[in-house]
């Protein structure tokens, strides 16, 4: 096996993407604490929340004070989702430097995660977009349902590419290509890279696989075969769309970084720190965290459940 790959820039979305698909309601102060130990464990970009509807999506509603209590560490990112200019309006009061806009490849999944069409949705954010750049804020790009869609089912590659080149038209400094239900494969997913290397830049790219049917993994090594050097991934494994029907966690950052280092990949992150980070958001969880690198080395030991607050 060859891996053109020797260092792999991650984005953890676990405090996103992780804890909007939870039933309990973290408390703000253990976000802040969860979001201060991953940047401790050497985790360079870590996305702190959404300036989303809070109606749409009441995990979310406390970014602003999320973002604001975070001891920033001059060496972290943390950006923050943004779907619309009333995001942000809500992102620039809060004084966040770097937004991740977010779309899909099918129609009936963006409607129903963002109430657009994909077209209606680059009209919303052409002046999202060239706002927050004017303010000098960093702008990402995301694609759901890159590799197959809860309501149409199989996605065409091209469309992907599609996508991707409207987002980096519309000046995204790196494009995420989702595999938001979890259904995407080793092979498919050479395929799709394969054409969006054919118009854009490895270091444009990152993959958003979540391991919905245990195929995460496999899946990111398929792209790191293909020289793809960036991964979102959430630690413990937490996360979901709450808008996809039957998505559940994202790849697990311990699981991506066990495997990474015993590749001599290098990531900059302290596996144990990250584990202690996982284990801070643990408790408050009405389940135990899927990943399995975390479940190897705690089962047993972690209070599981025992600071469950209010289900909704
Ligand atoms: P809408 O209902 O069409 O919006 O929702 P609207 O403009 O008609 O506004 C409705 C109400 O929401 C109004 O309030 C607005 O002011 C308010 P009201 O007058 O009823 O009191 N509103 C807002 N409030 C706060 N912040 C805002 C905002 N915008 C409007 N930014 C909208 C459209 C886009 C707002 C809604 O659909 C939404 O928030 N969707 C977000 C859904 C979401 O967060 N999904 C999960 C993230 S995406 C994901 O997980 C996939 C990813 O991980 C990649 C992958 O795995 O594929 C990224
Ligand atoms: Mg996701």
């Given at each position: 096996m060859r891996i053109p790959v020797d260092t792999v820039r991650i984005t953890e979305v676990g405090p996103r993407d992780g804890l909007q698909n939870e039933k309990v309601v973290i408390p703000t102060e253990a976000k802040v604490a969860y979001i201060t130990a991953l940047a401790d464990s050497g985790l360079r970009v870590i996305e702190a929340g959404a300036f989303v509807s809070p109606k749409w999506?009441?995990?979310?509603?406390d970014t602003a004070e999320v973002y604001r209590e975070i001891p920033k560490d001059p060496g972290v990112d943390y950006p923050v989702l943004v779907p619309n200019m009333k995001g942000l309006d809500r992102a620039i009061e809060a004084g966040v430097k770097s937004i991740s806009i977010f779309t899909a490849a099918s129609d009936t999944f963006n409607k129903r995660n963002i109430n657009m069409t994909i077209d209606e949705s680059f009209a919303n954010y052409a002046p999202v977009a060239a706002r927050a750049r004017h303010e000098d804020m960093r702008v990402r790009g995301y694609i759901s349902t890159a590799f197959g869609c809860p309501y149409e089912g199989d996605v065409a590659p091209e469309r992907v590419l599609e996508v991707a080149a409207r987002l980096l038209d519309l000046g995204c400094y790196e494009v995420s290509v989702g595999d938001t239900i979890g259904v995407g494969t080793p092979m498919q997913v050479q395929g799709v890279i394969g054409m969006l290397l054919q118009v854009i830049p490895a270091s444009k790219l990152a993959m958003h696989f979540h391991d919905t049917r245990g195929t995460a993994l496999a899946n990111t090594l398929a792209a790191l075969e293909m020289g793809i050097a960036g991964f979102d991934a959430s630690s413990g494994g937490l996360g979901g769309c709450p808008y996809a029907p039957g998505a559940s966690g994202n790849l697990a950052t311990e699981d991506l970084i066990y495997m990474l280092d015993r590749m001599g990949i290098e990531t900059g992150v302290s596996l144990d720190r990250l584990v202690a980070a996982s284990s801070i958001v643990a408790p408050y969880l009405d389940h135990p965290l899927p990943g399995r690198y975390l479940q190897a080395c705690t089962k047993g030991t972690l209070p599981v459940g025992t600071k469950t607050t209010a289900v909704q």
């Open positions: 999506v009441p995990q979310m509603a």
